[in-house]
């Protein structure tokens, strides 16, 4: 039986499960312009190559303008435009949708649960929309969100995402009020399905906005410094105990100018990846890449070796009782060798409501690690050449020890494993990869 939407919060509101209870790790692409600017033949061959990927869950923009790739009147591909009516000043006015429209946003979600997907079902795109959502007010949010909330509460495969770069929510009290009734009119007409956002770039969190909190079910890390940090700020955060997942951090194959670096290598993607889970984001990771918005070569595009050894990492979690980890914030675990985290969070700076951190995904060296409280599993994220210290006493009993590679996916037993749960040892990462890089996974169980 497949995965039973909608998705909820586990019963310690740590991460997710379906409707049988069973746990979920979001594992995403980000195809922002899904809904717009591709045919649905065309969205059926992308569905097919992300579900062989592994992927399980999209975030797409209800509304798609210029700034994500869209068209300047926010038509599909093909000339359907989200809304009939529009107001003295040109904008569309929020409360006349387009049945066409939202015929084929409707066809293109029901298209993604055949392939056992959820969408992030993105109602607030800052960087494209601002100027619509003012231009309506707060009653044309609040209809906008019964509008839809009402239209997709009986879709099983949705999470509401409120968002994408809003760097006015912190210096707007009138921006933010338009998100809060966006929400709130959202929450009142549909119980049935999380909401998260997404906030302020380079760094934030869905926590940070307290106007919001009480409609988020959901917690968002977004960062493009190391992950661990604010994934970590999220768990952590006394404003509301959520399940939290990284929603955004560099694209593969994208460049940013502002950024060092302004790229990301496989690597600095993968430590992302592992990073997040081992630091309390149990709900999940997505990924994006540049070609979100399906211009010429996506076909191909898509197909990276990130994509591939993002499958390795749902694999390996999979394989394992994920959802059950703790960080080892303490360094109880791995007392040793566990590196200097250079990722910490700073505040605003820059421009308007930007936010920055600090550190370098690429030279970060940290280790993190995370263990089940019960002793019986232990996961330790090592992104260079290093030597742990660990204290095998806190496992429950005789220890088995393996390496795995994040690029390839294949075990390497630490030698004389099984080891005994007690005192230390020393285990050092076997050296490059598969694909010559130096990070590894130590797995350990005791059952």
């Known amino acids: 039986m497949g995965t039973r939407f909608p998705l909820q919060a586990s019963s310690n509101h740590r991460y997710l499960v379906d409707q049988a209870g069973t746990p979920y790790l979001l594992v995403g692409d980000a195809p922002h312009d899904l809904f717009t600017n591709v045919s649905v033949a065309d969205a059926t061959v992308y569905l097919q190559d992300r579900a062989a990927h592994g992927f399980n869950a999209l975030w797409c923009e209800l509304l798609v303008g210029t700034a994500i790739g869209g068209k300047a009147d926010d038509t599909t591909y093909d000339g359907i435009a989200p809304f009939t009516g529009k107001l003295s000043g040109g904008q569309y006015d929020l409360t006349t949708p387009n049945p066409a429209y939202f015929a084929r946003v409707d066809q293109m979600i029901e298209l993604a649960a055949s392939y056992g997907m959820v969408i992030l079902l993105d109602t607030f795109d800052w960087d494209s929309q601002l100027a619509l959502y003012e231009a309506n007010g707060n009653s044309g949010a609040s209809s906008w969100g019964t509008t839809i909330g009402t239209r997709y509460a009986s879709f099983p495969n949705i999470i509401w995402i409120t968002g994408n770069d809003i760097q006015s929510w912190s210096t707007s009290a009138a921006d933010n009020t338009l998100l809060k009734n966006i929400m709130g009119s959202i929450a009142a007409a549909d119980s049935n ?136 914030q303490s360094h109880s675990l791995v007392t040793a060798g566990y590196g200097t985290p250079s990722g910490t969070l700073v505040g605003p700076c820059g421009g308007t409501g930007e936010t920055c951190g600090s550190g370098n995904m690429q030279t970060d060296d940290y280790v993190t690690a995370a263990m089940a409280p019960d002793g019986s599993l232990g996961v330790a994220y090592c992104p260079t050449t290093t030597t742990l210290t660990v204290d095998l006493s806190k496992l429950r009993s005789t220890v088995t020890a393996r390496w795995y590679d994040p690029t390839n996916a294949t075990f390497s037993t630490v030698s004389g494993s099984p080891l005994p749960n007690s005192g230390t040892t020393m285990l050092t990462t076997p050296g490059a990869n598969h694909t010559g890089d130096p990070d590894w996974v130590l797995v350990m169980q005791a059952p």
């Open 193 to 328: 399905h999380l909401q998260t956002t997404e906030l302020n770039y380079n760094l934030s969190g869905s926590l940070d906005d307290s106007l919001l909190v009480p409609y988020t079910t959901l917690a968002a890390a977004y960062t493009y410094y190391p992950s661990y940090a604010e994934v970590l700020a999220e768990y952590d955060s006394t404003a509301a105990t959520v399940p939290v997942f990284l929603e955004e951090t560099y694209y593969e194959s994208g460049s940013y100018g502002s950024l060092t670096p302004p790229a990301a290598t496989d690597l600095m993607l993968r430590k992302a990846a592992y990073w997040t889970v081992l630091s309390g984001g149990l709900a999940g990771y997505m990924y994006g890449t540049n070609w979100y918005d399906f211009h010429s070569g996506w076909q191909v595009g898509i197909d990276a070796v990130s994509a591939t050894e993002l499958g390795y990492w749902k694999s390996l979690f999979l394989s394992l009782p994920w959802f059950s980890l703790v960080p080892d």
